[in-house]
């Protein structure tokens, strides 16, 4: 899976190898089970191969999930799981902004960090999508993209919590992201807390919420047709 179109890139040396692997691979098993599904899973297998435990083992049991179930179930699990359920969705600024008029700056910055690296925004997915993050700092800008998965640490937290809780396969994976970025300190606990309490920031009185609701609440058959 290649979502951006690089107009350069700078080559980064060996240094944080084993970081770049995890994302990489989260990447490729956070995508939507598609027809391309198989495609990823070879990758990510052979990723796992080069990547030191635990996160191999992490990453190795989401993929068997994946190669156990039938492309149907998959998707309609993964649908089920972070399109249906906002409190396990994978956009980050759903959880630093909400609904409200703030988001669009916060996707944007998400943006202006991608094209000062020298690449696209994809143009099927939010940039502030986990899997789009992931890939950016696994193959375009590792210290940019570790900057914003870093500044969106909570709301990764918040996702593990989520899917542990509901003993997805997925919860492995995130568990291997996590581990790639610094520990959650004591602010970052108990504001990791009163989200999975009282959720996202909501719009202040007055205020016109901004229009970009997230997770889209479609069916797996939507999403394999586009729609």
């Known amino acids: 899976m290649t979502l951006f179109r690089r107009a350069s890139r700078r080559e980064d040396p ?8 995890v994302h990489q691979a989260a990447s ?59 409190r396990s969705t994978m956009y980050l600024t759903y959880w630093t902004a909400g609904d ?7 996707i944007h910055a998400f943006v202006q ?7 696209e925004p994809p143009v099927d997915e939010a940039p ?13 800008a590792p210290e940019a993209g ?9 709301p990764i937290d918040v996702l593990h919590r989520a899917l542990v809780g509901d003993d997805s396969p997925y919860a492995d994976t995130i568990a291997a992201v996590c581990a790639t970025l610094p520990p959650v300190d004591e602010a970052q606990e108990q504001r990791a807390r009163q989200l999975m309490h009282a959720g996202p920031p909501a719009e202040a ?10 997770p889209p609440r479609r069916d797996s058959h939507q999403r394999r047709e586009g729609r």
């Open 100 to 106: 409200t008029r703030n988001r669009g700056s916060e």
């Open 128 to 140: 502030d999508h986990l899997p789009v993050v992931l890939e950016f700092a696994a193959t375009v």
């Open 28 to 86: 490729l098993l956070l995508a939507y089970p598609d027809e391309q599904m198989a495609d990823r899973l070879g990758t990510v297998e052979a990723l796992v191969g080069h990547i030191d435990e635990p996160a191999r083992g992490r990453l190795a049991r989401t993929a068997s999930y994946l190669r156990g179930s039938s492309l149907l179930d998959a998707a309609q699990a993964y649908v089920d799981t972070f399109d249906l359920r906002r």
């Open 113 to 119: 960090t991608y094209r000062e690296a020298g690449a």
């Open 14 to 21: 060996a240094r944080r190898l084993q970081t770049r692997l």
């Open 146 to 154: 570790e900057r914003l998965l870093v500044a969106h640490r909570v």
């Open 205 to 214: 009185i007055g205020l016109q919420p901004f229009t970009l609701t997230v």
